[in-house]
């Protein structure tokens, strides 16, 4: 009876609510952010390689372009995809200046084969 009464005390006195931790919630660090950043980099450029696509897909089909030259555009394309891949697994590694360096370079190849698609397109 003693017994209980004193863990009743202590209970009402607050000693026993001392022992609750309440956990915090993480907060994001500057890889973490940076990573974030670059993931959205990366699926970004994505989506620059599929407009890519599409517009190799649109311009053979419509007879813009002969079937080998949209052959030699589309190969190009997947190369540009495999580097995009490649930066993807640097990031995946927390290799986050690497993936950045290799995205970048591949939206260099994008942009460039862009512009080659606008040529091809104009002659």
Do not use: Y
Not at 14 to 25: F, L, M, N, S, W
Not at 80 to 90: C, H, S, V, W
């Amino acid at each position: 009876m003693k017994l209980s009464a004193i863990i009743l005390t202590a209970f009402l006195c607050g000693c026993a609510t001392e022992a609750v931790i309440v956990p915090e919630t993480p907060q994001e660090t500057t890889v973490q952010k940076a990573a974030r950043e670059h993931q959205l980099a990366i699926f970004e450029t994505r989506a620059a390689l599929s407009g890519l696509n599409q517009t190799i897909a649109q311009n053979a089909t419509e007879g813009v372009w002969t079937k080998q030259q949209a052959q030699d555009m589309l190969d190009k394309s997947k190369a540009a995809r495999k580097e995009l891949d490649a930066a993807q697994n640097a990031l995946n590694m927390g290799l986050v200046v690497d993936a950045e360096k290799q995205r970048a370079l591949v939206m260099k190849a994008i942009i460039a084969l862009q512009r080659e698609a606008a040529e091809r397109g104009r002659q």
